[in-house]
């Protein structure tokens, strides 16, 4: 059965980072695989489909979204063969702060480390060529560099990779993650037992943070990478179950997206710390409570004298 490829010609590697979450978190249905890659002076996108998208379309949700107007969109049909893995193939390593992501393609290539992460490109989301995954993990590698943290919740975990590179980062702490697709918590466990942190991570299916299955403070950090209208909807729950100080780390949102989803946080308690802005999307890092001027801002409040 023969499977169809469409391919996006752009000038910048932002526009190609943009286009490419666009794609893969914005329009349905999204490809079964995506790649980006550099191509003579500019950058190419190719997305492949089990059915033959319409290209108008496609175009159509694209200018909706996009900070610029879409570029041309070419179609062809391809052969039945593994372009998965052609496609993962294609998938340079990514760094992030202290953390370097690469596919099974790349052992031999890339120096093994406690900070190098064994992720392909696959079924669940989250493979840090993708500027939210990116945001988290910087914003990760930043605060922990400054605060320890005992208790890490990886919410709508796809890949799991955030949760195996806090398990990295955190060697002392309890890291769990959860997913709704049972598919996302296969994948993640199969990816953190090839990164050697199986035993350090609990993972389970479940449909968002239900306040009524969730104990009060129960993680002093969050992170969680999915949509900027689930965000919103899950900002009480965040707020019970973060102790007070705690951080909790917002991506999968388009810049434009992002003061809803902080009027939202700062509704329920919490403050921002930072809001940083990848390939036109953002990541914020907020923390539950006051943000007190005169300490670290990743620090939990003091106590009362």
Request: hydrophobic fraction near 45%; glycine fraction near 8%.
């Amino acid at each position: 059965m023969p499977s169809y490829k469409i391919t996006i010609a752009v000038d910048e590697q932002e526009m190609a980072r943009t286009l490419t979450g666009a794609l893969e978190n914005l329009i349905e249905p999204s490809p079964d695989a995506l790649t980006q890659f550099e191509a003579g002076e500019g950058w190419l996108i190719e997305g492949y489909y089990q059915e033959r998208p319409d290209v108008a379309e496609l175009t159509r949700e694209l200018a909706a979204v996009l900070p610029f107007s879409p570029p041309p969109i070419g179609i062809e049909e391809v052969p039945d063969e593994n372009w998965v893995a052609i496609s993962q193939a294609a998938l340079p390593p990514v760094s992030a702060g202290r953390f370097t992501v690469h596919g099974s393609h790349d052992l031999g290539k890339v120096a093994r480390g406690p900070n190098t992460l064994l992720i392909d490109a696959g079924e669940a989301f989250g493979t840090a060529h993708h500027a939210t995954t990116q945001g988290c993990l910087i914003a990760l590698d930043e605060l922990t560099r400054r605060r320890s943290f005992d208790r890490v919740l990886d919410l709508g975990c796809g890949s799991g990779v955030l949760a195996i590179a806090a398990a990295r980062a955190l060697p002392n702490a309890r890291i769990e993650a959860s997913d709704s697709d049972p598919q996302a918590i296969a994948v993640a466990h199969t990816n953190a037992r090839l990164n050697g942190e199986a035993g350090r991570i609990r993972l389970r299916v479940a449909e968002g943070l239900a306040r009524g299955r969730t104990r009060a403070a129960s993680y002093d950090l969050i992170l969680a990478n999915i949509l900027a209208d689930p965000l919103v909807a899950l900002a009480p729950d965040l707020a019970h179950a973060l102790a007070p100080g705690g951080i909790a780390v917002l991506s999968g949102l388009l810049e434009r997206q992002a003061a809803s989803v902080i009027a939202a946080y700062r509704s329920h308690g919490f403050s921002l710390l930072s809001n940083r802005r990848l390939a036109g999307w953002s990541t914020l890092v907020l923390i539950r409570g006051p943000k007190a001027a005169d300490a670290c801002p990743y620090a939990p409040p003091r106590p009362a004298a």
